[in-house]
Every structure is written in structure tokens, then in C-alpha cells.
């Protein structure tokens, strides 16, 4: 399986961080480049929403996996179109009796491709989990409009997560937050803003903030986090979350997000319900297919979202 297909490949870290080697033995006039491009291009390293050929045209839809869904465009506040796919359990008639509690995942993709390249795990927690599924492009990913940029993302989450109230169907279910490297960054902002309406989280290789990433990648970069307008600041976010349950999943050979910046978030995290999982030999791509890895989260829902059912 290819990086992108497997679940989070920040492509943008590993350009980086050939940039910079090039760079620092150019010398002086080279370091100021450098700081240009850092800079300016920020966004493209950060958000390769092109990568790989054919992310903003062609889409793989869920029917490929045997799964029903429905393609869903929401109109965002600030006049974008986002493209999801909106998997639910059972037909017609299970979803009109709303004694059937479910879970429903909003799963938070990582920073490259688009949501098709995520189905292998919407499918799991489908078909493995029962899970409703919410799968979605944020702007300028896939079919969806617009630019990406860290304010964006953000909206496109709001965005998401009110359709899915407003559902007659979903909002009766319980909502999970599902992210990946980047995805955790967007599901870290959403559960602190919406705290009492999510019932858990779980994140899988995610970073403390940008800034704070970028010097642990290669310490010449430690000079130019000044830079950085795209923050993502998950630290100080997640010290915020103190109540609904959080999943961390942690590969211990992940070649692009230290391991010690998911310790710290999870020694940053103050819910009373926080679960770490470690996988020995998971990479920052490939964690998801590690032994244990689906158990760990059938535990967590068993344990604290199913309970949550009334």
C-alpha cells in the first residue's frame, strides 16, 4: 500500500527537510532563502493537497469498498464547498428508529491526498467497528473549493461537525474524533470548541504545534519558527480538554513526528479517561495496520463511548 493510502504521509516535513539540507551548505545568502521560503511557501510545504498526481480529481468513493453512502457538498459560512462521504449503518429502517443509539467518526485526514486515499480505514472502522462514518476533504483537498490554510481547516471541521447535528439520523448517535498527524491538530481544535457535544477522541501520530515540530525535524530550522503563521498549537489546546475520553496512538519508529511530541500531549492532556497505546515498529504511515491497533480502539469504545449510550 502506497503512503498516501495508508493513512498520514506529511510529504511536506520530508521536502522540508531535503530544502534545508540543500540550503545550509549554500551558505549566508542561501539561509536568507531559505527563511523566504519558509515563509511564503508555508502553506504549499504544509498542505500538499496535490500530491499525490490526480488528489484534486480524482476521489475514490466507499462503493469500491461495499460500503453505501451518500455524497454529501456542504456550502461553509465563508461561501466554500466541501466534499464528504456519509456512511451509515443498516437501511432505512434502522436508521429511522432512534432507539438505536450508535457511534459515529468524524475521521480528520492527514495532509496529503484526499479522503478516498482514507477509505481503507473508514472502511474498517465500518465494517469492523459498526462505526457511522464522516469522511471528508477539507478546502482545496480532492473536489473540495478553496485554499487550505490553518483558519480554513478550521471551519471546515465546524462545518462537518454541524451537519452532522443537524442529521436526523447522527445526532442521536455519539460523535468520536478520529485523527491523523495533521487530522489530530484539526480533531484537537474541535473537541476543545465542542467539548460537551463530542463523546471521545483519538489521535495517531500528531505533533504538539508546527513551530514546535519543525526544530525536532532538523535543528537548523529551530531559527526560523518565527515564521510560522500556520500554528496548529495542539499542546496548548488538548491542556484545555478536560472531561471526554482521549485514544492515543503512538507508533515508536515514526520517522516524521518525534514520539516525544505525542508523550507530550498525552502527559499534557488532563481527562481522567486518557488511554496510551504504543506499536512497536509503526511508522508514521503505517501504524493503523500494526498488531493491536483495532483491538486498542474496540477497547476504548467498549470502555468509555458505548457507555455513553442512553
Known amino acids: 500500500m502506497d503512503a498516501v493510502s495508508s493513512g498520514s504521509p506529511d510529504w ?6 531535503r530544502t534545508i539540507k540543500i540550503l545550509s551548505t549554500l551558505g549566508v545568502t542561501a539561509v536568507g532563502t531559505l527563511a523566504l521560503v519558509l515563509y511564503f511557501a508555508q502553506s504549499s510545504l504544509i498542505y500538499p493537497s496535490s500530491f499525490p498526481a490526480g488528489s484534486r480529481t480524482e476521489v475514490q468513493t466507499p462503493d469500491r469498498y461495499d460500503i453505501p453512502f ?3 457538498t456542504l456550502d461553509t459560512p465563508d461561501d466554500e464547498k466541501i466534499k464528504l462521504f456519509v456512511m451509515k449503518q443498516g437501511g432505512a429502517a434502522a436508521q429511522e428508529d432512534l432507539s438505536v443509539r450508535g457511534n459515529t ?15 481503507p480505514i473508514a472502511s474498517a472502522f465500518y465494517k469492523i467497528l459498526q462505526y457511522n462514518v464522516i469522511l471528508f476533504s477539507y478546502r482545496g483537498y480532492g473536489l473540495s473549493t478553496g485554499t487550505p490554510s490553518e483558519r480554513g481547516l478550521k471551519i471546515d ?12 439520523v447522527l445526532k442521536h448517535t455519539n460523535i468520536v474524533l478520529y485523527g491523523q498527524s495533521l487530522g489530530g491538530a ?31 525535524v532538523l535543528p537548523l530550522a529551530r531559527y526560523f519558527t518565527f515564521l510560522c503563521h500556520q500554528i496548529w498549537p495542539s499542546e496548548a489546546t488538548l491542556a484545555k480538554i478536560t472531561s471526554i475520553p482521549v485514544l492515543f496512538l503512538s507508533g515508536d519508529k515514526d ?8 508523550r507530550s ?36 469504545t467498549t470502555d468509555f463511548i458505548d457507555k455513553k449510550k442512553q
Open 12 to 17: 511536506s516535513i520530508r521536502f522540508l527537510v
Open 70 to 72: 451518500e455524497d454529501v
Open 105 to 119: 467518526v468524524i475521521m480528520c485526514c492527514a495532509n496529503a491526498g484526499n479522503m478516498g486515499h482514507r477509505l
Open 157 to 168: 471541521a465546524e462545518t462537518v461537525l454541524a451537519h452532522v447535528q443537524s442529521d436526523p
Open 186 to 216: 484539526v480533531a484537537i481544535y474541535l473537541a476543545e470548541k465542542h467539548e460537551h457535544e463530542v463523546a471521545g477522541m483519538i489521535l495517531e501520530n500528531t505533533f504538539r504545534s508546527i513551530p514546535l515540530l519543525v526544530p525536532s
Open 255 to 262: 520517522e516524521i513526528v518525534p514520539q516525544t511530541h505525542m
Open 265 to 300: 500531549l498525552y502527559e499534557s492532556c488532563k481527562s481522567p479517561h486518557k488511554i496510551w497505546r504504543q506499536f512497536a515498529n509503526g511508522t508514521h504511515n503505517d501504524t493503523y495496520a500494526k498488531d493491536g491497533y483495532w483491538t486498542a480502539i474496540i477497547d476504548f
